[in-house]
């Protein structure tokens, strides 16, 4: 087993405990959501037909039929998706200073392993894209078991049912999450990696200059940017749509892939030269 | 061999070091001396390529530090390197994973001679112990050369002892050990080279038996005459 | 290997479960309906070139389709890369980037700012800059033209002149012409006289000099006055059915210039109608213009729809039903007089059409599930109803009770 594979296990242990918790708190949250969102519509419809004597299909006319689009707009089910972002974000700081602060000095042991200080960095960014990935995965299982219960506790009369693909569409959050086609999944990920990798790397600026690295850094952040964006704003500002659709996105797979290679090699350096405990 | 070569470093606009050069040979022990905030630890972290330097060179063997070296060099710094809260067990572990050095033999001789239980968190050690868990995961690598920053600085008495006895012991035989310290009485006996560091510069270098023999002062005594002028 | 459960775990769950969910999207069957159109009457060959563009909406949700002779093809079944890459935008736009890849760069996708004939491409639009944050000024004409033969390209601006008694607040490209080798372009300038101090519609035609890449001549088609009294006002426009097409060659440009007078109902609600109106034609090689008298036949509610070589095409709504009339210019009679009943059209319903060449397409605009969705290909002359049928849902589901059908526009491809 190579040092990479062992440090992205180790990074990934250091973490555990706090993503079991995600999990737990994104499944209980979700599968309240569709109980609390079921409930409260039979209540209505029990209300309406039992007490008002309002006919079933007089009822359906004014509230619509229960689908899944009811359960995804809850606070429950988007608030753990947005409870696991923000961790995952503030976490991708924190993994690199949680080394350096605190009474350890586990950034010597990590500086001091023999094996390219690149694997440590590229360990942390592998670990954090696993946890995202995993997350995502997890959504994926808890559609259908959510939509499961929905149909369990509300009678088919009342409800409209959808398949994964139309309550993934319906919700245009989770439609930047699972995208329609693996194509697109890769590049939406291409791009969140590209920008966990720039984020580490103005990092690492920080960690190796300090208070003036904290400039450099977000110079850096602005011309990753930049070069990122190029073709459009050339596009948009100086070759009023000179090029192809098809162009600009090679253009910008290109500008994309130099962003990530760029950052890499710059924390490199930044990493084997320049870094202080 | 490591060879330090006229290394400068400046922290902000304070020139921390102005050009240092000395080398430490394997199977002896070398001490750098100076009061605190000299820069004996940014040599080591500039050994180890923890801290970039602004001119001069550091060679290890005749060559610049690469990954493979921490195979061959390792540091101990004055805080445990370990989470806290992993266990001394899961410490091991963790270096006998990474370390194609690490020996683990020695690494469990060293456990029973600190008396030290493998289930134990770092977090819930004393501050003795916790040097010594320092001290064993660093011993337990079979390097040329060991860096030790300031050993026993605050540590009680007992552990002192306990520790001083091992650069007595064959743990340390062989190898070449630089130790900074600003106290030198626990380990006068022990050290060969003495080097002694004032205002960024080494103000004296000596063999601490040849001076002991030749002019019959103690190590101590030349502190004295180079720090009290 | 035990030691790294957490690597493994993380990873096979991740690759298994997006890969799966990945494998049973791309081949799950979608469960928009898919439509086709039923033949009730004629030819099936009619139907050939035509696509509707259409959206699908059954409880709030739902997706835009193309509805053709091959059946329904869903705006979501498309590919990524198909969708980004603009697959599917207008196939006539597409054919041009297609041929002409390195000339058409940069050039707007409205069909109508180029011209194209045997020999030559030519593209213009107009650029301005803008004053004050929001007064647009320094007019330009954007011109590109390209020896489809020699594959020479020539492009330059030419700034449209300025006249000191009026300033020109809007302008509109509407025609592109090349007459006996000349370019001359069309356009519809609102502009603000400063001596009489009034608002004043203009068709003008500027004549471009290619060779020096300027505006050599340039002449007033017509011009009127916006604002004629407190409730009547002006309206001219060229009358043309070619919006969505290339401009192709022609000699002779049919103007309309209408009345309209409006009645107020109450302070929400006003009603328009064209008290006076006269059409025109304009030749293209000499200038000269020629009133068009109609007959009393057409009246001022008849809506100069089209012109197709010397026939004008006029559309009347009378109760619910399409009425067509042609005239034509030449011989100064009425060719034919169609009225097309769309059966179950719905007032809320309404309908659309379309005349293409000699032929007109007629649908209702929307239906749901209780509704038809008839479609009618009737000859302008003879009024023979070409084609007659209905766009039916195939293999319809229990779920499918309620649900709306909109139609945006029908295409017919060349």
Redesign the interface.
Same mark, same amino acid.
């Given at each position: 087993m190579n040092r990479y594979v062992k440090l992205v296990n180790f990074e990934l242990g250091r973490f555990m405990k706090v993503y079991i918790a995600l999990i737990g708190i994104t499944i209980i949250s979700q599968l309240a959501a569709v109980i609390v969102v079921s409930k409260s519509y039979l209540n209505n419809a029990n209300q309406a037909m039992n007490v008002d004597h309002m006919a079933i299909e007089t009822f359906i006319e004014q509230y619509g039929r229960m689908s899944f689009n009811d359960v995804t707009n809850s606070i429950f089910f988007i608030g753990p998706i947005a409870l696991c972002i923000v961790t995952l974000l503030i976490y991708s700081l924190f993994i690199w200073y949680r080394d350096w602060f605190g009474k350890n000095t586990f950034i010597y042991r990590l500086l001091m392993l023999p094996t390219a200080r690149l694997n440590v960095y590229l360990a942390k960014a592998s670990a954090i894209f696993l946890f995202v990935l995993g997350l995502v995965g997890l959504q994926i299982l808890l559609l259908p078991l959510e939509r499961m219960i929905l149909q369990w506790m509300v009678p088919i009369d009342l409800r409209w049912d959808l398949s994964i693909n139309e309550m993934i569409r319906n919700f245009d959050r989770l439609g930047i999450m699972l995208p329609y086609s693996i194509a697109e999944f890769a590049i939406h990920y291409g791009i969140g990696f590209m920008a966990v990798i720039v984020l580490f790397t103005i990092i690492m600026f920080e960690r190796c200059y300090r208070l003036k690295g904290i400039l450099l850094g977000i110079g850096y952040g602005a011309l990753a940017l930049i070069v990122f964006f190029l073709p459009v704003f050339v596009q948009e500002f100086m070759l009023y749509n000179y090029f192809y659709p098809e162009e600009l996105f090679m253009l910008m797979l290109v500008t994309g892939l130099l962003v990530t290679a760029g950052s890499i090699w710059m924390s490199n350096h930044l990493l084997t030269r320049k870094i202080r405990v | 061999m490591i060879e330090v070569k006229d290394i400068t470093k400046k922290f902000g606009r304070k020139q921390v070091l102005r050009g240092v050069t000395f080398t430490a040979a394997k199977g002896e022990i070398t001490c750098l001396i100076g009061i605190n905030g000299v820069g004996k630890t940014t040599i080591l972290n500039a050994i180890m390529a923890l801290t970039p330097i602004n001119s001069g060179q550091i060679l290890i063997d005749g060559a610049k530090i690469n990954k493979k070296s921490y195979e061959k060099i390792t540091f101990i710094p004055d805080a445990i390197t370990m989470l806290p809260q992993m266990t001394i067990g899961q410490s091991m572990q963790f270096m006998q994973d990474f370390y194609e050095s690490w020996n683990q033999e020695r690494a469990t001789e060293l456990l029973g001679f600190f008396k030290l239980k493998p289930e134990e968190k770092i977090s819930s050690l004393s501050k003795g112990n916790t040097a010594k868990v320092n001290l064993l995961l660093g011993l337990a690598l079979d390097v040329d050369y060991l860096l030790m920053d300031e050993p026993f600085s605050g540590i009680d008495i007992f552990s002192r002892e306990q520790i001083a006895e091992v650069f007595t012991s064959h743990l340390v035989e062989d190898r070449g050990v630089i130790i900074t310290t600003h106290e030198i009485n626990d380990i006068e006996h022990l050290i060969d080279q003495v080097i002694l560091l004032d205002d960024g510069i080494v103000v004296k270098a000596f063999n601490s038996e040849e001076i002991r023999e030749n002019e019959g002062k103690s190590v101590v005594d030349v502190m004295r005459e180079v720090y009290q002028q | 290997m035990k =030691?790294?459960w *957490? /690597?493994i775990l /993380?990873?096979s +769950?991740?690759v /298994?479960?997006?890969g799966a +969910? #990945?494998i049973?999207? @791309?081949t799950?069957t979608s =469960?928009l309906p898919e439509f086709a159109f039923e033949t009730v009457n004629g030819d099936e060959k009619e139907i050939e070139k035509l696509t509707l563009e259409a959206s699908f909406i059954q409880? %709030?949700?739902g997706d835009s389709f193309q509805l053709n002779a091959d059946g329904t093809t869903y705006w @979501?079944e498309y @590919? #990524?890369?198909e969708r980004? /890459? %603009?697959v599917n935008q207008r196939p006539k736009m597409e054919r041009l980037?297609k041929d002409y =890849?390195n000339f058409m =760069?940069? *050039? @707007?996708m409205t069909p109508y700012h180029f011209y194209e004939d045997e020999n030559l491409l030519v593209y213009v639009n107009l650029t301005w800059d803008t004053m004050n944050g929001y007064q647009p000024n320094d007019f330009e004409l954007d011109i590109g033209i390209l020896d489809k033969v020699s594959k020479e390209e020539t492009s330059f601006q030419a700034p449209i002149p300025v006249n000191k008694n009026s300033m020109i607040y809007s302008m509109d490209v509407e025609g592109i012409h090349i007459i006996d080798g000349q370019l001359k372009i069309i356009s519809r300038n609102y502009s603000y006289d400063k001596q009489s101090e009034k608002d004043i519609t203009a068709y003008q035609v500027y004549l471009v000099d290619i060779a020096a890449e300027t505006i050599q001549n340039e002449a007033i088609i017509t011009a009127k006055e916006d604002e004629d009294s407190s409730n009547q006002y002006r309206e001219v426009r060229i009358v043309n059915n070619k919006w969505e097409d290339i401009q192709q060659p022609m000699e002779q440009v049919v103007f309309e210039e209408g009345l309209i007078e409006e009645s107020v109902i109450d302070e929400w609600e006003s009603t328009y109608e064209t008290i006076d109106r006269e059409l025109f034609q304009y030749d293209l090689a000499t200038g000269e213009k020629e009133e068009i008298k109609l007959p009393k036949e057409i009246s001022n509610n008849a809506f100069p729809y089209a012109v197709n070589d010397e026939i004008i095409y006029f559309t009347e709504d009378v109760e619910g039903k399409l009425k067509l009339t042609s005239y034509n210019i030449e011989s100064e009679e009425l060719e034919a007089k169609q009225t097309i009943a769309i059966p179950d059209v719905t007032d809320e319903q309404g309908y659309m059409y379309k005349i293409h060449g000699d032929k007109v397409y007629v649908v209702p605009a929307t239906k749901n599930a209780e509704q038809d969705l008839p479609l009618h290909i009737v000859h302008l002359k003879t009024g023979d109803t070409l084609y007659e049928g209905k766009i039916t849902m195939k293999n319809p589901k229990k779920?499918d009770i309620d649900y709306n059908l909109d139609i945006h526009s029908i295409e017919l491809d060349e």
């Open positions: - | - | =030691r790294y *957490k /690597l /993380l990873v +769950f991740t /298994l479960v997006i +969910f #990945y049973q999207t @791309s799950a =469960r409880e %709030g949700i @979501s @590919s #990524y890369f980004i /890459l %603009g980037q =890849r =760069r940069g *050039k @707007s779920q």
